[in-house]
């Protein structure tokens, strides 16, 4: 069997993204992917985040982010950006790496009651679940 593809998902506005990206990494690429995330923000963890993810039946409470200062790029197949911040901070990565590069909204920003927050972060959570399917649909085809 070949190399197993390695995935990092990198956000700049907080952990919340990450949480999601790499949470429904895990529970669709299971043993066929190794996934990590990192953060040059905010790494506390929202309450919302982990409500939205266990209202699909994701506990992503135990993930947390590297410092992305603190990762080497060239050790992964992939790299993920997942805020403009993100795309536009991320240091250079080496050629045969494959970089997307995913506008998700920061769900952390909204403000308004907590029926507004969940509506938020649920349309962020759906949004990311669909684009780590596709992910790995090309990912592990490849």
């Given at each position: 069997m070949g190399k197993k593809a390695r995935?990092?998902?990198?956000?700049?506005?907080?952990l919340a993204r990450c949480?999601?990206?790499?949470?429904?990494?895990?529970?669709?690429g299971g043993a066929n992917v190794e996934v990590d995330s990192a953060v040059s923000g905010d790494q506390s963890?929202?309450?919302?985040?982990q409500w939205a993810m266990n209202e699909a039946g994701?506990?992503?409470?135990?993930?947390a982010a590297s410092p992305l200062d603190s990762l080497d790029f060239s050790s992964f197949s992939h790299v993920v950006t997942l805020s403009g911040k993100a795309e536009e901070?991320?240091?250079s990565v080496p050629?045969?790496?494959q970089v997307e590069h995913w506008r998700l909204p920061d769900p952390t920003k909204v403000r308004g009651n907590p029926q507004d927050l969940i509506k938020t972060f649920r349309a962020v959570r759906n949004a990311t679940e669909k684009k780590v399917k596709?992910?790995?649909?090309?990912?592990l085809r490849g």
């Amino acid at each position: 069997m070949g190399k197993k593809a390695r995935i990092l998902f990198v956000c700049t506005d907080g952990l919340a993204r990450c949480q999601m990206a790499e949470g429904f990494t895990r529970y669709y690429g299971g043993a066929n992917v190794e996934v990590d995330s990192a953060v040059s923000g905010d790494q506390s963890a929202n309450p919302y985040c982990q409500w939205a993810m266990n209202e699909a039946g994701i506990d992503v409470t135990h993930l947390a982010a590297s410092p992305l200062d603190s990762l080497d790029f060239s050790s992964f197949s992939h790299v993920v950006t997942l805020s403009g911040k993100a795309e536009e901070n991320l240091a250079s990565v080496p050629s045969g790496v494959q970089v997307e590069h995913w506008r998700l909204p920061d769900p952390t920003k909204v403000r308004g009651n907590p029926q507004d927050l969940i509506k938020t972060f649920r349309a962020v959570r759906n949004a990311t679940e669909k684009k780590v399917k596709d992910l790995l649909t090309r990912v592990l085809r490849g």
